[in-house]
């Protein structure tokens, strides 16, 4: 009975030191990885190519990188579902340009015009449209939308999470304006399938700024 015992602890000993060194195996690689994805931070999703400098931080480029897929790729899937093609799409808060690479590669969006303030979320942005070769498709506007032209001044960035970044509304002669406002209803759009928002609380000011866009196209 003892022999059959320590015979079990014995398996059961051999079986957690397998397991226990796979598993550190694993973390090793995956720290390896990681280290060399620092030097050149750029993941492969199907045919796209995103930059993510920080992966390791921002919580939109995490779950990109832990996933290894578009961030709300469920969203973007249903939308592809529903509607099929986007021929002209208008991107308002775009950050890194996520939903804009889903649209360009799985929905063959023609033209795809993009609106981000944030200096640095524009700046990968502008990284990602060049990897993928898209300059003839997607143009950027570093302005931020509103209900009149103005100034705004951003709030909430913070490089853990740079989605959070906001435009709010300032004064004349602020010494904190440093962000265009301008109206949607300034641009030329003759057409566009969908407009998509996202600038953190401002969405009603910016859709007061684009009544005239939105009953002249029709959008989603």
């Known amino acids: 009975m003892l022999q059959r015992f320590f015979q079990k602890l014995s398996l059961a000993t051999y079986r957690k030191t397998v397991t226990d060194n796979q598993q550190k195996i694993v ?3 995956r720290h390896l990885h990681q280290q060399l994805f620092v030097n050149n931070p750029v993941l ?5 190519k995103m930059h993510l400098p920080l ?13 290894r897929n578009f961030y709300e790729i469920e969203t973007l899937q249903l939308l592809k579902k529903e509607f099929g093609q986007f021929e002209s799409v208008i991107d308002i808060g775009t950050n890194i340009g996520n939903h804009m690479l889903y649209w360009c590669s799985e929905m063959g969006a023609g033209k795809v015009m993009c609106f981000e303030p ?5 700046t990968v942005l502008l990284k990602n449209i ?6 003839s498709i997607v143009t950027v506007q570093s302005c931020a939308l509103g209900s009149e032209s103005g100034k705004g001044v951003q709030s909430n960035f913070t490089l853990g999470n740079t989605g959070m970044n906001r435009v709010d509304k300032v004064g004349e002669g602020s010494a904190s304006s440093t ?9 030329p759009v003759n057409k566009v399938n969908f407009i998509k928002i996202d600038v ?3 969405e009603t000011e ?4 684009a009544l005239e866009t939105i009953k002249r196209c029709k959008p989603v």
Do not use: A
Not at 44 to 48: I, R
Not at 130 to 135: A, Q
């Open 44 to 48: 492969v999703v199907g045919n796209v």
């Open 206 to 209: 910016v859709l007061k700024g």
């Open 118 to 122: 944030n200096d640095f979320n524009r």
């Open 55 to 67: 992966f390791y931080i921002d919580h939109i480029q995490k779950i990109v990188y832990s996933t």
């Open 27 to 29: 973390d090793e690689l």
């Open 179 to 187: 962000t265009d406002i301008k109206k949607l209803d300034d641009f």
């Open 130 to 135: 060049e990897l993928n070769h898209l300059e």
């Open 200 to 202: 953190e609380g401002f």
